[in-house]
């Protein structure tokens, strides 16, 4: 377990690292378009459905992080737990800026994901749908519950199980919106995503692996 934290640990320093590079190059993507009359995303641009679900999807990955890391004594985990809750914060930050930015609501009446339709062939198609109104990858009510209640090694693989699946689907998310985005910005955001998540379920899987 030892290697695996500071396997992780590793991995927390670069993504905060890339995190600061991002917000620096963001700060001067946007200072650099002052004055320049360059139009912004519309709502229903893919720029603007990518930036509020994933906003929605990156929460409830917050919300399960905080969850486990008071309800287990495994460093590992609490530092996963850690990492993740304050990487998809700063995430979410950016976005809720971005639409701001943009002159755009935070919410939208247009169903959750129809951005995607444009990569819906490459992603998925139909079984990117759920038909409890919910995206693919977000734990229901019942299992964030059943994390609630648990505690040591069993809330450990409750955490690991949903998180990895809460990570399958941001995955392919932020792919989608990496190649339906228009603005430069949203696409490096999107990519960086999609290549956390994709190393992260992997060393989550070894982790679910390893439990007793």
Do not use: C
């Not at 377990?1 to 991995?11: D, I, S, V, Y």
């Not at 912004?40 to 994933?54: E, L, Q, T």
């Amino acid at each position: 377990m030892t290697l695996h934290l500071e396997t992780w640990q590793k991995r927390a320093l670069i993504a905060l690292a890339g995190a600061l590079v991002l917000s620096l190059f963001v700060l001067a993507f946007v200072a650099g378009r002052v004055g320049t009359g360059v139009e912004h995303p519309a709502a229903n641009s893919a720029d603007a459905g990518f930036a509020r679900d994933m906003q929605i999807h990156h929460t409830q990955a917050v919300e399960m992080s905080r969850l486990v890391r008071d309800r287990t004594d495994d460093e590992v985990v609490r530092v996963i737990a850690y990492d993740i809750a304050m990487t998809q914060q700063h995430q979410i930050g950016q976005m809720y800026a971005w639409l701001q930015e943009w002159g755009l609501p935070q919410s939208s009446s247009a169903p959750n994901m129809a951005w995607m339709e444009g990569a819906m062939d490459h992603h998925g198609g139909d079984s990117m749908l759920r038909d409890d109104g919910l995206m693919p990858g977000m734990a229901t009510d019942a299992q964030m519950q059943e994390l609630a209640d648990a505690s040591g090694a069993e809330a450990e693989r409750i955490f690991l199980t949903l998180m990895i699946t809460h990570h399958e689907a941001g995955a392919v998310m932020a792919q989608a919106g990496a190649e339906l985005a228009e603005e430069s910005r949203v696409k490096v955001a999107a990519g960086k995503m999609a290549e956390a998540q994709v190393a992260e379920i992997t060393a989550m899987e070894d982790m679910l692996d390893e439990l007793p």
